[in-house]
């Protein structure tokens, strides 16, 4: 009886395969030959999942925002960490979410110099405010009663601070080991909530959600 081959298991096994190797060797250097010989496949093989390097890289972007958006979002309502814990799920604190890291960090790089890629990380970013935006929701209570316009500073200074805090990682993984980068992330959120609170408690009542 031939075997039955999983063809979606099949594409995300390259794809993982493809993040280790951008995350060591780097973009130029991750060559199909080279992410086929690593998955322990022929470059026959691979080129029957994906026509060329970047429908490769497009997928692992896909597959890691998709692995990213199952650790922010945990299912049971008896099982909710806390924001700090949630949200360290993005960050680069163990060797899994630091190969996922080091590939966005490559990924960016490119990035400049290609249309294509400049609409996906269009859409990548829509993706991750989205994302955070909910974990923002869910993590404070207060976050509902802020206005738009104070909502949408505090999101994007948290998406900046873990941008930032992944390049540092991936740049200089010695001088960032997992409890700087979680004892950052707490004083960011503790920071942003206190300004949050404070700059709505000074709007004029006009301006707050309760009376809009």
């Known amino acids: 009886m031939p075997k039955i081959v999983d063809h979606e298991q099949r594409r995300n096994e390259i794809a993982l395969v493809a993040c280790r190797v951008v995350a060591q060797h780097g973009f130029d250097q ?3 030959v080279r992410i ?7 470059t026959g093989m691979v080129a029957h999942y994906f026509d060329t390097k970047q429908d490769i890289v497009t ?3 896909r597959l ?4 990213i958006e199952e650790r922010l979002t ?4 008896d099982q909710q960490p806390d924001l700090l814990t949630l949200l360290t799920e993005a960050l680069p604190v163990d060797e899994t979410r630091y190969i996922e890291c080091a590939f966005w960090i490559a990924f960016w790089g490119q990035v400049p110099a290609d249309r294509r890629l400049k609409r996906i990380n269009a859409w990548l970013h829509r993706e991750y405010l989205r994302l955070f935006e909910r974990c923002l929701e869910r993590g404070w209570s207060e976050w509902v009663g802020w206005p738009p316009t104070i909502q949408e500073q505090v999101l994007r200074s948290v998406i900046t601070f873990i941008n930032g805090v992944t390049a540092s990682t991936v740049a200089s993984r010695g001088d960032w080991p997992a409890d700087r980068q979680v004892g950052q992330l707490r004083l960011q959120l503790e920071l942003l909530h206190g300004w949050a ?4 408690a000074a709007l004029p009542k006009k301006h707050s959600k309760a009376s809009a």
Do not use: Q, V
Request: hydrophobic share 50%.
């Open 59 to 61: 997928a692992a972007l």
């Open 197 to 200: 609170m404070g700059a709505t």
């Open 74 to 77: 945990p299912s049971g309502a």
């Open 30 to 32: 991750a060559t199909i």
């Open 64 to 67: 890691i925002l998709r692995r």
């Open 36 to 42: 086929a010989r690593e998955a322990g496949y022929t």
